[in-house]
């Protein structure tokens, strides 16, 4: 599922641009990717666009839940603190990365999956993209991994 998204995001300029449902289905699997993958990308996708981002009225101390904590590890949850601190991410944003990964079928997520999650996070809110965040985002992504 991961090369999946990557494909897309390095394939459309923005996140609404790819084609939707069948034919983007028919697409990916023409390329290459497995059905079960797109099936499971294409949920994950969908459930990514219809996820309301949370507002806060200021930024305050964010505890994790013993749940996040087992499903993401340190390493993640250290990466997305630095993501926070460096204004990459708001902490709207970050509650919806942490969703995303908490509907993630694996436990506990890599760092290079998490990456990609916050990278498709990004990608979905028209957010600015400085190219070295991208290369950061990107770069455990370029070997092949499965959701299995």
Request: aromatic letters at 8%; a negative charge; glycine letters at 4%.
């Amino acid at each position: 599922m991961i090369d999946i998204l990557v494909y897309l995001f390095e394939n459309y300029s923005d996140f609404s641009s790819h084609p939707e449902g069948d034919s983007l289905a028919r697409k990916l699997s023409a390329v290459g990717f497995d059905e079960l993958e797109i099936g499971a990308a294409l949920d994950w996708l969908g459930a990514l666009r219809q996820s309301p981002v949370p507002v806060f009225a200021s930024r305050g101390l964010r505890i994790f839940t013993e749940a996040e904590r087992e499903r993401l590890g340190e390493g993640c949850l250290d990466f997305l603190i630095f993501l926070e601190r460096a204004e990459v991410i708001d902490p709207p944003l970050r509650e919806l990365v942490l969703d995303r990964c908490l509907d993630l079928p694996e436990a506990p997520v890599s760092l290079e999956r998490f990456k990609v999650i916050v990278l498709m996070v990004l990608w979905s809110r028209d957010q600015e993209l400085d190219p070295l965040i991208v290369e950061e985002l990107l770069a455990d992504a370029a070997e092949p991994c499965s959701f299995h």
